[in-house]
Antibody
């Protein structure tokens, strides 16, 4: 059974940094593209970033480009999202998702709150 | 960026009746080389992550009840829920994965009338 478990969320002040992790199990992690999708409280879903299976291709939403970095460690079955220069508008639940051709499985999400 | 627009924003349907949700993309998400529409539908209940219902615009995910169906091609798509059940109360989202940035519709909230 596919499992995606996010960790690393929390309360952080504007301008600071945070790294999210997503530990995968139940499938061959190194074969799949992975994504981060976020959802601000009471709002809709917003795609954030993707990475290809070997980590050589990444893409970002304009709203996080230059501040967020996606990466992966296939030996550890783990996806990361390094978030720098955080802003209040980055407050959201961050979901780790998997895609073959399309996004299928989602983790339960990690809440990131950016506030002073 | 491809803009995805869902309609309506919310709808109330009686139990056992049909719910229809539309999703329109600002440009085609049909890939000509394989004739596939790069569009998925998700269902999200409060406090839960989204769940995949439909991929390639019309293929139902394994385990999804057959009262859920997807249709459409190019820029206009529809999610239909036949014979609405109480457990179908949720927010439904379309997503285009034709190109990055991937983009979601704003969501359609389905409730019981």
């Amino acid at each position: 059974e596919v499992h995606l478990v996010e960790s690393g969320g929390g309360l952080i002040q504007p301008g600071e940094s945070l790294r999210l992790s997503c530990t995968a199990s139940g499938f061959t992690f190194s074969n799949y593209w992975m994504h981060w999708v976020r959802q601000a409280p009471g709002k809709g879903l917003v795609w954030v970033s993707l990475i290809n299976p070997d980590g050589t291709i990444t893409s970002y939403a304009d709203s996080v480009k230059g501040r967020f970095t996606i990466s992966r460690n296939n030996a550890k079955n783990t996806l990361y999202l390094q978030m720098n220069s955080l802003r209040a508008e980055d407050t959201a639940v961050y979901y780790c998702t998997r895609s073959g051709a399309y996004v299928d499985y989602w983790g339960q999400g990690a809440l990131v709150t950016v506030s002073s | 960026d491809i803009v995805m627009t869902q309609s309506p924003d919310s709808l109330a349907v009686s139990l056992g009746e049909r719910a229809t949700i539309n999703c329109k993309s600002s440009q085609s998400v049909l890939y000509s080389s394989n004739n596939k529409n790069y569009l998925t539908w998700y269902k999200q209940k409060p406090g839960q992550p989204p769940k995949l219902l439909i991929y390639w615009a019309s293929t139902r995910e394994s385990g999804v009840p057959d009262r859920f169906s997807g249709s459409g091609s190019g820029t206009d798509f529809t999610l239909t829920i036949n014979s609405l059940q109480a457990e179908d109360v949720a927010v439904y989202y379309c997503l285009q994965y034709y190109e990055t940035p991937y983009t979601f519709g704003q969501g359609t909230e389905v409730e019981i009338k």
